[in-house]
């Protein structure tokens, strides 16, 4: 009997079964993969929906919920092809929405502005969200704003971002509790090779160490780094319990996994229908929301129950030190490299 906590394994976190690549993309693709919107200008059609993750993972279920929930609110008569898996990777998606091979599709904002727009890399950046709230507010100014990242998607991508669901908060593993800077100062620690994570890292005091997430349990078990970073999903799922005894809630980083349609889709839409889907994403997005926080909780206290793992909660952790820390290579790269500035961004908190 498979139980609750294995579907939460293998649904929450970074699994590498929903990282597929990109063969058989043109067969999935089917009879959209012309370039033709099948939605059309007629209120119907069948919505092609793409993720890189599998059908049970949580970010392909609020992805899909929100098309269900459009399809069974909107004026036209919609069918669902949910293509979980099978496009290939995030730029393979945003290639095939751009082409109109897909109408909708759920991504990144570190591959959104890597391809499009370097300026808004600050979303997806350590050290800069202070939380959900905050970081639905930077959305709301920089994404859906006059001149934002969607401005820049529709004219440079032919697609736009509807809204974002939350993906959570990277923490902090390691072999000892972590509740300030200097508890990993000179400490090898695991990055992913992104310069706007790597640098607010360094000036820290971390040793940092980029390592291919396939190599971080083999790059903590052998020493070659003794710290990384990340959320519960990714700690369950790369069995970090087995090389890592601590998880400290440095909070450094919350994450939004946006819901990205297709201009040619969404110009297709009546003015009641795309207010439909907005709604329906909107309620989608909620329900992940409750969703994962919940299942995280679960995650942690499994750890912590099976694996005997130590939790070092949010009030044991000295987070402001760390943003203090951070902050002067996170103004170094809103000064340089993003359009906006450190300190507006952080009066939306």
């Given amino acids: 009997m498979v139980s609750r906590r294995d579907v939460l394994k293998t649904g929450i976190g970074v ?66 092809n949910l293509l979980a898996g099978s496009i290939g990777g995030e730029e393979d998606q945003m290639e095939a929405a751009a082409s109109g091979s897909i109408d909708v599709h759920s991504t990144s904002y570190g591959g959104l502005a890597n391809r499009y727009a370097s300026g808004y890399g600050f979303l997806s950046a350590p050290f800069v969200a202070q939380g959900w709230e905050h970081l639905q507010a930077m959305e709301a100014e920089y994404v859906e704003g006059e001149d934002g990242l969607n401005s820049v998607l529709t004219e440079e991508g032919n697609q736009r971002v509807v809204r974002a669901a939350y993906r959570g908060v990277r923490h902090t593993t390691s072999n000892k509790p972590v509740t300030s800077p200097e508890d990993l100062e000179g400490v090898p620690m695991r990055m992913p090779e992104i310069d706007s994570w790597i640098g607010p890292w360094n000036a820290i005091g971390v040793d940092v160490t980029p390592v291919q997430a396939d190599e971080l349990y083999s790059a903590l078990q052998t020493g070659v780094v003794e710290a990384s970073e990340g959320p519960i999903g990714q700690f369950v799922d790369f069995s970090l319990y087995e090389v890592q005894s601590h998880f400290s809630k440095t909070g450094h980083m919350t994450q939004a996994y946006p819901q990205v349609v297709s201009t040619q889709f969404w110009d297709s839409l009546s003015d009641g229908d795309k207010e439909t889907f907005n709604t329906a994403i909107d309620d989608a997005v909620s329900w992940g929301y409750e969703t994962i926080q919940s299942e995280f909780e679960e995650l942690e206290q499994m750890v912590q129950e099976e694996h005997d793992t130590t939790i070092v909660p949010a009030e044991e952790v000295d987070q402001q030190a760390f943003q203090e820390a951070a902050a002067p290579k996170i103004r170094q790269l809103f000064e340089e490299n993003w359009n906006a500035s450190y300190d507006d961004v952080q009066s939306l908190a």
Wanted: with cysteine; aromatic share 4%.
């Fill in 15 to 80: 699994s590498a079964a929903g990282l597929v690549g990109l063969s058989g993309c043109t067969d999935a693709l089917g009879g959209g993969g012309n370039g033709n919107n099948s939605s059309g200008g007629g209120g119907g059609g069948t919505i092609r929906a793409a993720t890189v993750f599998n059908q049970d993972h949580i970010q392909a279920q609020i992805l899909e919920r929100g098309v269900n929930n459009f399809i069974e609110n909107a004026e036209g008569d919609y069918s669902l």
